[in-house]
């Protein structure tokens, strides 16, 4: 999972020679209560650190509940220029992500109803992901949530990108 993420994070930053185009910040597109009820928290406060990063063209917003769970959501946007090459990224990490492993065992499978394409990601250490797209943006949520909760999360933030 952390291989195809830094695909998707590299890609993006050799995309994004673009300019991220006025758009909803992170943090603005899932709110503290629907991370409170994904994480079964309360007390959910967004982290200091959240923001857009120039250097990469990454939007991230990472919200914590008390207990220490976390959740992330990072939006990668590409401008028109770009957007052939993003599908095509997208397309090979999420080929990379579906080929099963030596044991045969899946690490992630298709979400319907997710954007344009979207994808489940089974983590370790109780944290998983959902990878999607919406046009020429991409967007990752994840965290300590079961895979219902991320699903819902992601169909909230697409529909609002």
């Not at 065992?105 to 250490?125: E, K, N, P, Y």
């Not at 959902?130 to 991409?138: D, I, N, P």
Request: aromatic residues 4%.
């Amino acid at each position: 999972m952390a291989r195809v993420l830094v695909l998707l994070a590299s890609a993006t930053a050799l995309l994004c020679g673009c300019r991220a185009r006025e758009a909803a910040p992170a943090c603005s597109l899932i709110t503290a209560e629907e991370i409170a009820t994904a994480l079964q928290a309360t007390g959910v406060k967004t982290d200091s650190s959240s923001g857009f990063d120039s250097s990469t063209g990454i939007d991230r917003c990472r919200w914590t509940g008390d207990g220490g769970k976390t959740l992330d959501l990072r939006i990668y946007r590409a401008d028109s220029s770009a957007e052939s090459a993003w599908t095509m990224v997208f397309e090979s990490a999420k080929a990379h992500a579906l080929k099963p492993d030596p044991t045969g065992a899946s690490r992630a499978h298709g979400v319907d109803g997710v954007g344009d394409d979207a994808m489940f990601l089974a983590g370790t250490g109780g944290s998983s992901s959902v990878a999607f797209r919406v046009g020429r943006t991409g967007a990752v949520v994840s965290g300590e949530a079961p895979e219902q909760a991320l699903v819902d999360l992601a169909k909230r933030a697409a529909g609002r990108l």
